[in-house]
């Protein structure tokens, strides 16, 4: 009815508004206050609005007010949520906003940027591992691969020739070369 206004109940382990009782949390309620004057003004308006938020936490159910400029809509949860003892993320929404506001969104990529630092990792380590002017031709079928975007072949070239250059390097005891053979596994990753 117009003259309903539900009532407010805090206790040390859950807050009761109107036909909503919410569990308060058990380790904040040390540092909270209960009972504390706060900011928020208990009018049949705004209790109303926090017992129907109240409801919708207890059933785990999403919750989007909306409404004019000051008409309790976010001090309403955030009193609800220091109560509780919950922390509270507020957006602000407007007219202009979508749902990228709420969800983030996808820009596209260009995999070849991607791709880039794997690739110069990749014939770094094989020059070091073996001899460019005797598979110049080899690498220039990776080039060819990565210009002409064909990265499946261009996966295959590169793992098995890390497979090939820890095959030649071995089981190695010296630094330098033990280097190197972790620069062939970190490339498989």
Not at 42 to 71: I, N, Q
Not at 105 to 120: A, N, Q
């Amino acid at each position: 009815s117009a003259k309903y206004k539900p009532n407010i109940d805090i206790d040390a382990s859950s807050m009761t508004v109107g036909r909503a009782t919410i569990p308060r949390k058990i380790e904040d309620v040390a540092t909270m206050h209960i009972g504390s004057s706060s900011c928020f003004a208990h009018t049949r308006h705004a209790v109303s609005l926090l017992e129907r938020v109240a409801v919708c936490v207890r059933r785990s159910e999403p919750v989007l007010l909306v409404g004019e400029t000051g008409t309790g809509k976010t001090s309403s949860v955030q009193y609800l949520s220091t109560q509780t003892g919950h922390t509270l993320k507020v957006v602000n929404m407007n007219q202009q906003s979508d749902s990228t506001d709420l969800l983030g969104g996808f820009k596209p990529v260009d995999i070849r940027f991607l791709v880039m630092p794997v690739r110069e990792e990749f014939e770094a380590v094989f020059c070091e591992t073996f001899s460019r002017k005797q598979n110049a031709q080899f690498l220039g079928h990776v080039a060819e691969c990565f210009t002409k975007r064909r990265w499946l072949d261009l996966l295959k070239l590169m793992l098995h020739c890390q497979k090939m250059g820890l095959k030649k390097l071995g089981e190695q005891e010296d630094g330098e070369k033990r280097d190197l053979a972790d620069r062939w596994k970190k490339l498989a990753e």
